[in-house]
């Protein structure tokens, strides 16, 4: 009588089961580009009730040497510390997602994002990020080319009107007048 009980009841324990049981993070990896100099943010979002507390959060680096480098903490109760990396002085957390300044190519790798939730559980969450450089330089070199340009093009126009304005201005107007064997200008 008792599994007749609980067969009766499952119509509303599954749902409060599925609801109870949905992971806090998505499960999918996220891919990120960063570019040489520039700030990144990978994400880490999670997927809380109302009723539910994020109690800490902590980045881990996993370069493709796989050896796991602390970056930074997270805690409700005691703040945010940074651990020694060379990381150190470019991280910050904002939410939940990790801010790199400045992004240099051994930043690249698999950075591991794990959430502490009251009274879900921990979580974890992937991304990946990849450093480029080449797109940085280049539109950098045309922005420059293009700068110089024009101020050079601004240069010689001022350069030739104020030239031309000086000619004027030297130039004097001569009238002679032939009178048969006299000549006289003024």
């Given at each position: ?49 109302p ?17 796991k ?64 450089g ?30 031309r ?5 030297l ?5 002679c007048?032939d ?6 200008c003024?």
């Amino acid at each position: 009588m008792f599994t007749v009980t609980i067969c009766s009841m499952s119509p509303l324990v599954l749902p409060w089961l599925i609801y109870i049981m949905i992971p806090v993070l998505e499960a999918q990896e996220v891919k990120v580009t960063g570019y040489l100099g520039d700030d990144v943010t990978l994400p880490c979002q999670a997927i809380t009730r109302p009723e539910d507390r994020i109690h800490q959060v902590r980045w881990e680096l996993e370069p493709p040497d796989g050896k796991k480098i602390n970056i930074i903490y997270s805690n409700s109760r005691f703040g945010v510390t940074v651990a020694e990396s060379f990381l150190k002085e470019r991280v910050k957390i904002k939410e939940q997602s990790l801010i790199i300044r400045d992004v240099e190519m051994r930043d690249a790798g698999t950075y591991i994002c794990s959430i502490a939730v009251f009274p879900r559980g921990s979580f974890e969450g992937t991304t990946n990020l990849h450093v480029q450089g080449a797109m940085l330089i280049l539109p950098r070199m045309i922005a420059a080319g293009v700068f110089v340009l024009i101020v050079v093009t601004m240069l010689v126009t001022t350069y030739s009107i104020i030239i031309r304005i000086r000619r004027k201005a030297l130039v004097r107007h001569r009238v002679c007048t032939d009178a048969g064997d006299l000549v006289m200008c003024e």
